[in-house]
């Protein structure tokens, strides 16, 4: 058989994997994402450690269902019904596609979900928690973002404030001016990032799914260019930047409970997430069954792609049998070239530990 020949036949492999993975993301990304709608949702975003929530069986990921018989749609709907029932709140979640029922005390908070604290920041030096849910300020109940924006426009900077958290303790914050990359207003600086409204309850944190928000991003990728398509690479593990940190491995779990099919695809009910999930990994696998059998190394089809192509050079240059050789030492040093890289890539991350 020519080189000719066989580099085809090496090639049509390598090709039949980018079309399937092509058709598949095209179909994912098209069609299903297309018919696929957001449903209004509460989800437990965290569960404190040792609190009553966590010591009955609460985690963080499981969506809210019913509250006291009562369907839940929202979070003003969920601290509603916590606020007219009495004894222990009763609630029904989803979680790892069985349903799960918990009793909690009855004692919510409303607030905002502070969702990161920014370094060398005054909450930072008054030992403000991430993931805390602040419920008053100097006294002053806050129930959500519009009343804690129209709080501290009334602050100051070198003001000392008393922020009250859903855990029940108090921190004195020390508000300073906001940088100069930021628009000020003359308002005290706290810095924290915030992730929006929230309900606290028994050590439990509820927020409403960002659904659409997610959604959003998910079709978004195709259309990113190269960092779209960094972002498909890693999309079952690093999941969508700010929504699925631990991954996305497909509508699955507490994401069934927040979208639901739509159109065309309505009747075929959860059984349409097979679809998506199935095109998805699919898609997904097939893409990295072409780019690793593109490396050029032996016996990847790259690999006897490019000792064809490097070996048909050397004969057009040198002898037969001297292009043999040279073909060979170039295929051995590319070879360990590779093998280096990814051992590089795979253990790089680990080496801040040598210096410790």
Known sequence: MSKAARIRILSAGVISNFLVAAVAMALFFGPVIGSISPVDRVIAVDVLAGSEAQKMGLESGMALLETDGIEIRGLEQFYSALGSGSGAAKLKLFYNDKDERVELSRMPDRGIMVASIFQDSPASRAGLPARSVITGIDGTEIINLEGFRKKMNTTHPGQIIAITTGAGKTYQINLTAKSSAGKDDGAGFIGIGISGNAV?????????????????????????????????????????????????????????????????????????????????????????????????????????????????????????????????????????????????????????????
């Open 200 to 356: 606290f309850l028994a050590g439990a944190i509820f927020q409403e799914a960002p659904a659409r928000q997610f959604l959003q991003s998910l079709k978004s990728i195709p259309s990113s260019g190269l960092q779209g398509f960094t972002y498909m690479l890693s999309l079952p593990f690093s999941g969508i930047p700010g929504f699925t940190q631990k991954g996305f491995p497909g509508f699955s779990g507490w994401l069934t409970q927040v979208f639901e099919p739509s159109g065309w695809a309505e009747p075929l009910g959860g059984r349409f997430f097979w679809i998506a999930n199935l095109l998805l990994w699919v898609g997904w696998i097939n893409l990295y069954a072409g780019l690793f059998n593109c490396l050029p190394a032996v016996p990847l089809d790259g690999g006897h792609i490019f000792r064809d192509l490097v070996q048909s050079a050397f004969e057009k240059v040198v002898k037969p049998k001297e292009a043999e050789r040279f073909t060979r030492t170039a295929v051995a040093l590319l070879a360990w070239l590779v093998l280096t890289s990814l051992l590089i890539t795979i253990i790089a991350p680990f080496t801040h530990w040598l210096s410790l």
